[in-house]
């Protein structure tokens, strides 16, 4: 019998439940998440009850390791309970994971319950979903928590819609959420940059579920005020990273002449996007490995949604009347973004979380910028071996057919095209 099947056997057999949590934790250590497969998730969770997870859930705050209770437990529900066997026993301890994850700032705690939860609202029907929006406003009571929770929330607001509630009383509760946010930004002489970074990015994503719902808080105006404060300070990298989460959704919304801060959210982006760029370049030449975290390629999505945005704000630059040198700032911006993200496509690297949102928005890019054709025709050359990767990509074909279309009128470029028989591979 190998170490843990007589684990899982004693997990089985014990009816004290200090024994079973001095198992389940040798348990965790044994087994590592790596090696978690399904036929192991199911001994386990035959092996622990759920009436067992659910009473170490309430284990009181007051008691010795009272966190590292909790921890376990969150961890057995998320590994072994996430099924629908189990949807209405797990809706029935949610209001007490909300509790405890005020009560530790356990990072892990955290993460586990909020997997819990997408769970819950991805299964939610009909009045569950209410039913859960009504628990996280009943019980998440300081703000920093609710900002963790924003990002749920604002999936919770979607899931309610799709089950046909209406909008109204949806936008009612999310709006209620944004203003106790709001309500906690230093506006004057703040005393926490990360305070209000997080208030600012926890609002902003708690509304980008629609396009509109902004306009109807009034006090949204203090949340763009911060943002601006934020982008004009001298905050570090990984926090403009963090700002940068909403930058896609902001720059959509509002535009150059209705409010200073997007000018600042293009500089940005386009600058994080150079060297970003440059960076994973750098690294691959150093070990021919490409090394991209999770929070590079977050990073890397956003800036090139919010550079698409500014190209399309330079399109109808017109009837925004946009001032002369703000618009060659704009441009400069973006060219100087553009030849970090050429330099990155002559690489070859074509890993499809960041090499996709850079190809869309170079196409985009060169579908609308007068850039010299010499520099256009180079590009493509770059972009040769695209033609030979596998039809996962195909669907992002048009934006090259688009570029190459509108670039047609030139008769060097047309020359090129007919040359290599670029539309002929589409």
Same mark, same amino acid.
């Given at each position: 019998?190998?170490?843990?099947?007589?684990? !899982?056997? &004693?997990?089985?057999?014990?009816?004290?439940?200090? *024994?079973?949590?001095?198992?389940?934790?040798?348990?965790? /250590?044994?087994?590592?998440?790596?090696?978690?497969?399904?036929? @192991?998730?199911?001994?386990?969770?035959?092996?622990?009850?759920?009436?067992?997870?659910?009473?170490?859930?309430?284990?009181?705050?007051?008691?010795?390791?009272?966190?590292?209770?909790?921890?376990?437990?969150?961890?057995?529900?998320?590994?072994?309970?996430?099924?629908?066997?189990?949807?209405?026993?797990?809706?029935?301890?949610? *209001?007490?994971?909300?509790?405890?994850?005020?009560?530790?700032?356990?990072?892990?705690?955290? /993460?586990?319950?909020?997997?819990?939860?997408? %769970?819950?609202?991805?299964?939610?029907?009909?009045?569950?979903?209410?039913?859960?929006?009504?628990?996280?406003?009943? $019980?998440?009571?300081?703000?920093?928590?609710?900002?963790?929770?924003?990002?749920?929330?604002?999936?919770?607001?979607?899931?309610?819609?799709?089950?046909?509630?209406?909008?109204?009383?949806? =936008?009612?509760?999310?709006?209620?959420?944004?203003?106790?946010?709001?309500?906690?930004?230093?506006?004057?002489?703040?005393?926490?940059?990360?305070?209000?970074?997080?208030?600012?990015?926890?609002?902003?994503?708690?509304?980008?579920?629609?396009?509109?719902?902004?306009?109807?808080?009034?006090? %949204?105006?203090?949340?763009?005020?911060?943002?601006? $404060?934020?982008?004009?300070?001298?905050?570090?990298?990984?926090?403009?990273?963090?700002?940068?989460?909403?930058?896609?959704?902001?720059?959509?919304? @509002?535009?150059?002449?209705?409010?200073?801060? $997007?000018? +600042?959210?293009? $500089?940005?982006?386009?600058? *994080?996007?150079?060297?970003?760029?440059?960076?994973?370049?750098?690294?691959?030449?150093?070990?021919?490995?490409?090394?991209?975290?999770?929070?590079?390629?977050?990073?890397?999505?956003?800036?090139?949604?919010?550079?698409?945005?500014?190209?399309?704000?330079?399109? =109808?630059?017109?009837?925004?009347?946009?001032?002369?040198?703000?618009?060659?700032?704009?441009?400069?911006?973006?060219?100087?973004?553009?030849?970090?993200? +050429?330099?990155?496509?002559?690489?070859?690297?074509?890993?499809?979380?960041? %090499?996709?949102?850079?190809?869309?928005?170079?196409? &985009?890019?060169?579908?609308?910028?007068?850039?010299?054709?010499?520099?256009?025709?180079?590009?493509?050359?770059? !972009?040769?071996?695209?033609?030979?990767?596998?039809?996962?990509?195909?669907?992002?074909?048009?934006?090259?057919?688009?570029?190459?279309?509108?670039?047609?009128? =030139?008769?060097?470029?047309?020359?090129?095209?007919?040359?290599?028989?670029?539309?002929?591979?589409?």
């Amino acid at each position: 019998m190998t170490t843990i099947e007589g684990l !899982l056997k &004693r997990l089985k057999t014990s009816e004290n439940d200090s *024994e079973k949590f001095a198992l389940l934790i040798v348990i965790s /250590k044994v087994v590592k998440p790596d090696l978690m497969n399904p036929e @192991l998730q199911e001994k386990l969770s035959q092996a622990v009850s759920f009436k067992f997870v659910f009473r170490l859930l309430n284990v009181d705050s007051t008691r010795e390791n009272a966190a590292l209770y909790w921890q376990i437990a969150a961890a057995v529900l998320k590994t072994c309970f996430l099924s629908q066997d189990y949807f209405r026993s797990l809706l029935g301890c949610a *209001e007490r994971l909300i509790q405890i994850t005020q009560e530790s700032d356990e990072a892990d705690l955290l /993460k586990d319950v909020h997997q819990i939860f997408h %769970f819950l609202i991805h299964e939610a029907k009909e009045e569950q979903g209410i039913q859960i929006f009504k628990m996280l406003l009943a $019980n998440i009571t300081a703000s920093e928590c609710i900002v963790s929770w924003c990002p749920l929330i604002s999936t919770l607001y979607k899931k309610l819609l799709e089950l046909g509630h209406s909008s109204i009383d949806a =936008d009612r509760i999310l709006i209620l959420v944004a203003e106790k946010l709001i309500s906690n930004i230093e506006t004057e002489s703040p005393t926490s940059v990360d305070k209000n970074l997080n208030l600012t990015v926890g609002v902003t994503q708690l509304v980008s579920g629609s396009h509109f719902l902004y306009q109807r808080i009034p006090s %949204f105006s203090v949340v763009l005020s911060c943002t601006e $404060n934020l982008l004009k300070s001298k905050i570090p990298a990984e926090k403009q990273q963090i700002l940068l989460q909403v930058a896609p959704f902001l720059t959509e919304v @509002l535009s150059c002449r209705s409010w200073s801060g $997007n000018k +600042m959210f293009y $500089n940005l982006a386009s600058i *994080e996007l150079k060297l970003a760029l440059e960076e994973i370049v750098h690294r691959f030449e150093e070990s021919g490995e490409v090394l991209v975290s999770e929070i590079c390629m977050k990073s890397i999505v956003s800036c090139c949604g919010t550079i698409e945005n500014c190209i399309g704000e330079l399109v =109808d630059s017109e009837n925004n009347q946009m001032d002369g040198k703000l618009l060659q700032s704009l441009i400069d911006d973006i060219r100087m973004a553009m030849t970090s993200a +050429m330099f990155y496509l002559q690489k070859g690297l074509t890993q499809q979380g960041v %090499f996709i949102p850079v190809l869309r928005l170079l196409m &985009r890019w060169l579908s609308d910028d007068s850039a010299e054709v010499d520099q256009i025709i180079a590009t493509f050359n770059a !972009l040769k071996d695209f033609y030979k990767i596998p039809k996962s990509y195909s669907e992002f074909g048009n934006f090259i057919v688009s570029a190459v279309i509108f670039r047609m009128e =030139d008769k060097k470029f047309r020359e090129y095209v007919e040359k290599y028989e670029l539309l002929g591979s589409w």
